[in-house]
């Protein structure tokens, strides 16, 4: 039996489901953060927010901005990744490492949809010191 040199075309719908689901969740929590960031530290009705609310100190809640801005730049990484594999699976090549070229285990693209190199692949790059 030949080996499987890319997904099948409802294998390739299955994750674009899973993508478009966790695309959708991660740009409301990007907006979220967005918002916390931009939000101009008053604490009228519009400061709703929980994890934030309890900082009173001022230095305090402006390190929480940061964290958020450097979580808001993580997320925005992440929907780009995401966007990417959608492209992907447009193109059927969707769950192919770009170093071996063989097939990503489906197993690790329900974890990471975005993952463009098997396990072992990202191993060797870690060993290799690239990536």
């Known amino acids: 039996m030949a080996e499987k040199l890319r997904y099948s075309d409802a294998e390739l719908e299955e994750f674009r489901v899973i993508i478009v689901d966790m695309l959708d969740k991660a740009k409301k929590e990007y907006n979220t953060l967005r ?16 994890s934030f609310k309890t900082v009173e100190d001022d230095g305090a809640n402006q390190l929480s901005k940061e964290e958020a801005s450097q979580m808001a730049q993580r997320q925005y990484k992440f929907i780009q990744n995401l966007e990417a594999a959608l492209v992907r699976i447009e193109n059927k090549t969707y769950g192919i490492c770009r170093v071996t070229g ?13 993952a463009t190199l098997t396990v072992e692949a990202k191993e060797a790059l870690a060993k290799s010191g690239k990536n």
Not at 40 to 50: K, L, R, V
Not at 102 to 114: A, F, G, T
């Open 35 to 50: 918002e916390v960031v931009m939000h101009n530290g008053t604490n009228d009705i519009e400061d709703t927010s929980p």
């Open 102 to 114: 063989k097939l990503i285990p489906k197993e690790r693209l329900r974890l990471v949809p975005h």
